[in-house]
């Protein structure tokens, strides 16, 4: 592999590693690149909502970052200090198509923020939020009209796998520390927390959690860090929220990391083991037990300084540059996010060759399966079902694909839609987000990026 770094090698390999977010961090920005020349229409209907995914604030070529890894692709709200925030000019022409809507039909009533927000994986959290805050108090002081209060009436956010920490962080802050600091017993942390948004309606049902005990408030850690004040809710649910539509139907939105092997290796590894002691795949354990490594991969790497350690040692590992005393103990590390590589690969039913997402779902169908089947389960009637979802995490947007699934021989397609990514734009490889809109009736619609040159 001499000559290819990790950002390279998953260009090619989305799902290959644990460490990389499977595909979170994609290739380097190729030469005569696309530049975006804004939004091919959408129609005029004023959505619902709108979702985005993987915006990954602190990465380096996400999209918000304080060192441009592509600088001309990137601009500053205010130049006047070097070290101020700098963002996609993507994000800003999404942004200013918000603004336009907002114009013309009032507020977006929802923003849906699906994972991955922050990058606390590949950052130290501190610069992360700093940069996070700044910029998002920078947008709603110097750009009037264009902060996140100003073009939505309300948030939600879904943690995904490199913010999971913040997941954690608000459990702690209101199950645990704030109790404390109000001479309160601690709760048991829900570890998970479900959410139910009516299409026809727009009306939302507070987060729940399996005790019903102490909320998060609508204006929470995540206000600032967005540069909302309290005028502007901000709901969070995790892992996923459902979506009601007519006929007893719903969407699933969720970051997506559970849909891959690397996010459930504990369950995985220990799925026998826990049958044998009564302890169910609940959406609940999956999310508990899986979080040891998830944390691992997605926090504390990532905060052991010097930052981004075990980033080169991977970068190194790919260009073979490890020095030969390290090379058996870096191959050991590598080699234990892969033991689960022969078993995870199942047979695809159906084929893409444009894009990797859909494709990586029938490959792994079994924990799609029953990861919907479960969240029905739990969080659905009897007679209601699950028709479509809208998810991240692979940074490769798609539309209008189809995943099957089974049930008494009966099949039952959900229509699949992903969000795309900000990190690392390139429509030639479709490494690019796309805003995807939620009509009051459930339908969903692309906010499609045209390019210069197309």
Known sequence: ????????LLKYAAYGSVFAGSGLITTRVAAGEKTSAGFADAGEKKPLAICISDFHIGE?????????????????????????????????????????????????????VLGDMWDLAMNNQENSFSLSSVFFRQLKDLNKGLGIGDLFENVIYVPGNHDHHFWKMLQERYWVTQRLEQGRTPLEMPRIAGLTLDSSTGAIQRAETPTGENRIPLHNLASPLLGVDSDT???????????????SEYTL???????????????MMFGDLMG???IPLT???IEMFNAITTEMHSHALGQTPPYEFWEKIYDLQYTDKVRPEWQKGVQKILDAHFYLKDDIVGQSQTQSAKYHDIQALQNQRGLVKHYLAQAEKEGLDSGERVTSLIYGHTHIPSFGETFVRYQNQKKMPIDIHNTGGWVNINPDTFHMPQPTLIDKNGAVRQLRFRYADS
Request: aromatic share 12%.
């Open 1 to 8: 592999m001499a000559g290819i770094t990790r950002r390279d």
């Open 60 to 112: 380096r070529y996400g999209g918000i970052t304080d060192d441009p890894g592509h600088a001309d692709r990137y601009q500053q709200l205010d130049d006047s200090d070097s070290n101020n925030p700098f963002v996609r000019k993507e994000f800003m022409d999404f942004l200013l198509r918000c603004k336009t809507m907002k114009d013309k039909q009032g507020k977006t009533k929802y923003l849906i």
């Open 233 to 247: 809710p901000v709901y969070v649910a995790y892992p996923h929220i459902f979506l009601k539509k007519p006929n």
């Open 253 to 267: 939105l969720t970051h997506g990391h559970f849909f891959e092997p690397d996010w459930n290796m504990v369950t």
């Open 276 to 278: 044998k002691n009564d």
């Open 283 to 285: 959406i609940r354990n």
